[in-house]
């Protein structure tokens, strides 16, 4: 394994995205490629057709300095990333999935993993853990197996066994549940304010039984939770009392964990160095950007100088390295 300096390191926190079909036109994100960025991550404007998305993941294997995430949010219908190459949606949302039975689901998840597969894919932000209790919560609904924790883990079980067996990286989100939301945190930062008791046997059970299980991801939602956090203004994404005293601490989580896009309205509160310094702090070890621009070449700078200032303990960034290196080498991602 080669010696990362503390740029370099700090690279390996992030997954990034890049405008268009083309990420040799974005100086950035070429740069950070070629300096051990950790993983990239696509959208439906960089997928055109099979062919060119398979030449493009080629191409990003064998330019990286480093073995690499290879991500995307391939749910299944509202949130399906391969709209151009399939005329629209393919796949139904986990909702109807699991509706339709463990039968249909267990196909329509090999069916998934086979064009990830082909592609290159090794991580997909999937599955949905949140208990969708509101009926009015205007992100997660159909995206949810169910209004009910028991049947969540129930579908979580069938498609987690189906990703384990083919070794792509599964990421459980938004910990620690987005269901009981009524405001969509890309525009604005929800708040969830649930007696503890309730969110422990309802929205964090998936969580618990998906890490008993060994799932190796999850990503932390850009929510305010009272009942978790004292401070008032602090997202689950940002909060030391979630992700380390909970999370990795209470429910005793081994894998890497992730922020949702750092891009959303949900963290607008704070300047993007703010944000990932509490972010570090509070224990994440990745961070998702949907596009890189010179202020996110910039970050990767100014959080090493955070670093060399003691704003940030380096053994945190080590910590981190060596979680994503763990999971590369679990999973059989390489050079």
Known sequence: MQILNLKQKIARMFILGFEGEDYNVNPYFKELLENNLGGV????????????FITLINSLKSEAKSPIFLSIDQEGGRVER?????????????????????????NQTKEIICELKNFGINMNFAPVLDVNTNENNPIIGERAFSNNPFDVIKGFKTVFEEY???????????????????????????????????????????????????????????VLYPALENDINTPASLSK??????????????????????????????????????????????FIFRNTTKEIFELI???????????????????????????????????
């Open 41 to 52: 991550i696509f959208f439906t404007q960089n997928i055109i057709s099979e062919n060119q």
């Open 241 to 286: 009392m979630i992700i380390t005293d909970l999370l990795r601490n209470k429910l005793n989580f081994k894998g890497i964990i992730m922020t949702d896009d750092m891009e959303m309205n949900g963290v607008k509160g704070f300047s993007r160095l703010d944000a990932c310094i509490k972010a570090i702090n509070a224990g994440i070890n990745m």
């Open 82 to 106: 391969t709209e151009n190459i399939h005329n629209g949606k393919k796949y139904l949302s986990a909702k109807y999935a699991y509706e339709k039975g463990e039968k249909f689901l267990k």
């Open 301 to 335: 700078n100014q959080l090493s100088e955070s670093v060399q200032k003691g704003i940030i303990e380096e053994s945190a960034i080590n910590q981190s390295v060596n979680i994503i290196e763990n999971t590369m080498l679990r999973y059989g991602i390489e050079k």
């Open 164 to 222: 384990e067996k083919n070794s792509i990286i599964t990421v459980g989100k938004h910990f620690p549940g987005h269901g009981a939301a009524d405001k969509d945190s890309h525009k604005t930062l929800p708040k969830i304010d649930l007696p503890y008791k309730e969110l422990k046997e309802i929205h964090i059970k998936p969580f618990t039984e998906a890490i008993n299980e060994g799932i190796p991801a999850i990503m932390a939602a850009h």
